[in-house]
């Protein structure tokens, strides 16, 4: 059989043939234009716009950016220097480096506003990344206290003094602990804030009147430029987080009176602009505070601010908690742990991992939102480019300032961004 | 004796009402009663005590005293000798107005960006992720600022437009002119007009109304075609063709209304130092307008690329597998699944042009901020009333925007059983 079938078929083949090469439409970059640029009518019309458009900015911004002039005193010169051609005056950036960052923070002090920099970088370090050493944690718990005593100067005493109402009110709960503790906590916190009402005051001048420690004190209103924004954006975040899981907590809870004020609270804030509340800041809280006190608009500012973004926060939270299936809760209870155990040890890390993105968010917008500022006064970026074009050296210089204030303002708001999406990725713990 | 008391007095100790779970909300609840009370009566004094030290009394008749100041775009009729409440109407609109436009433009923006944003062409996606990332990482009070200086730095002069060899011209065949004062665009007329309602506070153009109830009628009436087609569609398995009648519904009538009115657009033209005739839109107006929705365009183009992505892919080859084409598929499985998950922050984002529209005062845009909280405040010294009210008109407006719209999205919500 196989004999005849060989006899009868004149040529078969006994090997694979080699392989051969796809089709030149079919590999590399022209398969993959093909795929992803030109790959129907509507396709090809985008990607023509989209190139025109990519050349378009580039013929128009590229020589701007690559004539530009880093070294110029002023714009006349920087024009004569440019001698007709189009091109940046970056120079306005070298000059004015220190005011943008800095404002008219005296220039002999500029040294505490960069060490308050460079120790918040490490106090955030153990808050932010797990692998920092644990130990770090007490310095994140002194620098609030650190960096205000930086910034405003003054006596050492009174931050001192101030961060020992921590260590009064923790003393007196250890006091009554034996008694009960619930009357511990009262007592703690009663005594905390009665050593901040009535004592901090006089035993910080006393003994500053003894031991004369400071630095020079320096006004908020010479505050300015990154710093100001950095300061309130800073203290804001820090703050609104926790503020917003209160709030959240209250609108969540049984307890009418707690989640009407809650919801009121929550609304009222989500309702009304920042800017009016800003100017609640700086023109109403004279009228709500006893007359004839005066406190410092920066800290006004945090404080509207903070609560702003409190409002927003424990929506954000809300979200988190409404999130979290109800069995979870009901496995708290299970377990036989209280309200506040159940929160701390299994709803709050849940319901918070779940929200992060919102969360960031929120700190993205507070702080985008320091911008406002500028309209009660406060020199930011922005009122501090206004001032510089205000002065004749640089007057009717526009992009170059914007670009920059823009640029940082991205690079800070792109990094925490991405941060959450690492912090996303590190807490994930589902399988799929 | 404390042996019978405890047996008869039913068992009631005051420690119970803060360790027993029955009685301690009801402590906790009255506490923070009192604090709330003691706190709000604290300001209260605090706020009689200031306005006494300084001679001043609370009330709202300012409103009704002259304002004395001008206000440069105006919807209604106001001049300087107007009251202080008439400004505020005024301010109100255009805070109004801005939104609304800003409202209608930034959804477009931001439905375009963010389906391109997952469209297959690289180039386009990458373009839309810097758009995005671009607007939403900058504040939006720097856009503004950026965009009134494009406006009034870059753009020519009225100047630019005269002579024979003029260095600038108008767009779009001669009827649209940007200066550095601002953008002229051809403005409706009417040779015939049917006189104002006057609403007390308000006077209305009957025209106006006319037009109005014409189009919301016409859309009424094809909404009720429409529904008769399907009516039909489902009795009898043929739907009628409606196309052509959609089409005569909608448009006949108000053209026929257009042209009974002597509908005509007036173009602008350079006449002297300025243009004239026309509508004219203030730098402050289109910076706002710009900025806005562009900065809000960014954020519903995440909103809605997260309400397509949270649309499984199965949904897709489910309807491809039922043989239907990617049109349907698109308009009768995506988009109302990928709704409900857009509405809701779609929401916010309304509500959130609205409150930003107060950052007009960067750019000098008289909204109600700018009036009443602006102008009218330093004139009268009311700092108090006059924020009071502001917070409460931004209040009511944010309140009934978000009523209106939750409205709207319990209507498209997933009916749960």
Redesign the interface.
Known sequence: MSDTHSNTVAYVRDSMLPEATPPLTEVGAIRWLR???F?GVL?II??V???S??IWIVLHIGPWFLNAVWNAESLAECRQILDGATGACFGVIKDRWHQLIFGFYPPSAYWRPTLAFVLMLVALAPILFAGAPRKLFWFSAIYPALAFWLLWGGTIWFPIIAMAGFAVGYLAYRVTLPLST?AATIVGVLATILWWLYLTGPISNMLSGALPIGIMPIRSDSFGGFMVSTVIGVTGIALSLPIGIVLALGRQS?????KT?SVGFI??I???????LL??AS??L??????GTNFDIILRVIIMVTLFASAYMAEVIRGGLAALPRGQYEAADALGLDYWKAQRLIIMPQALKISIPGIVNTF?GLF??T??V??IGILDP?GLSNAIRADSDWNGI??EL?GF??LC??IF??GM?RYSQYLERKLKTDHR | MAMTNESSGASFRPSMLLYDTRYRSMTIQIVVMFMLMAGFAWLVDNTVENLRALGKDFNFNFLSVRAGYDINQRLVEYTNDSSHGRAMLVGLLNTLLLALVSCVTATVIGVIAGVLRLSKNWIVSRLMGLYVEAFRNVPLLLWIIVIFAVMTESMPAPSAFRGENATSSMLFFDTVAITNRGVYVPGPLFTTSLGAINLGIISVSINFLLILAVVVGSLWANIRLLRHATAVQEATGLRPVTWWKSLLILFAPITVVLIALGFHLSYPSLQGFNFQDGTFLRNSFIAMWLALSLYTGAFIAENVRAGILAVSRGQTEAAFALGMRPSWTMNLVILPQALRVIIPPLISQYLNITKNTSLGIAVGYMDLRSTLGGITINQTGRELEGMLLLMLVYLAISLLISGLMNIYNNSVRLKER
């Open positions: 795929e992803n640029l790959s396709n985008l990607t716009l989209g190139i458009s990519v619930l049984d307890m009418f009176l707690i004020v609304e009222f989500r309702g009304v602009p920042l800017i009016t100017f609640t023109l109403l004279n009228y709500f505070l006893p007359p993205i985008k939102d911008t406002l500028v309209f922005i526009y992009w914007f204030i823009g303002f991205f708001c792109f961004s």
